[in-house]
């Protein structure tokens, strides 16, 4: 039992090794084709854990001794590794949503929050993203607060150009 408890202690000093040193193994392997992100530290790191404790809790509860033991111990450490295989493999391959820019606001309604006199600036509330957005608006027609508005074009960041939802 005090190896198998060694084993998956030394597994837990590799997953320390693998924060400090990230990115170590993957660059010794890198010629071995279809192993990529396979013999990743942390993947190496939970099989070698997971064989180390699985084999202690069945060699210290069982009488099976240390083959069965040991055993186990591959099966589960082959599971942890692939486990964690996978799930880093979603991590760095899961992508990110695109980043919304003021052009998404064309075509969308909004509140006038202040009065936009004919030809100048007030404020209205719009959505970018189902986020509120305050933005600066100018329109050709006065708008009192509340009228609602379409965004027709986007003049900057911060600004928008508006005309009057027609009922």
């Known amino acids: 039992m005090g190896?198998?408890?060694?084993?998956?202690?030394a597994g837990l000093v590799v997953l320390a090794l693998g924060l400090l040193f990230d990115g170590v193994l993957e660059g010794l392997f890198d010629g071995?084709?279809?192993?990529?992100g396979l013999l990743s530290?942390?993947?190496?790191?939970?099989?070698?854990?997971?064989?180390?404790?699985?084999?202690?809790?069945?060699?210290?509860?069982t009488d099976l001794g240390t083959v069965p033991a040991t055993a186990a111990g591959v099966a589960a450490g082959v599971v942890a590794g692939w486990l964690t295989w996978k799930f880093?493999?979603?991590?760095?391959?899961?992508?990110?949503?695109?980043?919304?820019?003021?052009?998404d606001l064309i075509g969308g309604a909004g509140t006038v929050v202040t009065a936009i006199p004919a030809d100048g600036y007030g404020e209205v509330l719009a959505y970018l993203a189902g986020q509120p957005v305050k933005l600066a608006a100018k329109s050709?027609?006065?708008?009192?607060?509340?009228?609602?508005?379409w965004v027709e074009a986007a003049l900057s960041a911060t600004s928008v150009a508006v005309r009057p939802v027609e009922d």
């Open 3 to 9: 190896w198998f408890l060694g084993i998956g202690i």
């Open 32 to 36: 071995l084709g279809g192993l990529d």
């Open 41 to 61: 530290l942390p993947v190496v790191a939970g099989f070698v854990s997971m064989l180390g404790f699985t084999g202690a809790i069945v060699s210290g509860t």
């Open 88 to 103: 880093s493999q979603s991590l760095l391959h899961g992508g990110t949503s695109v980043t919304p820019r003021g052009d």
């Open 140 to 149: 050709s027609v006065a708008l009192p607060r509340g009228s609602r508005v």
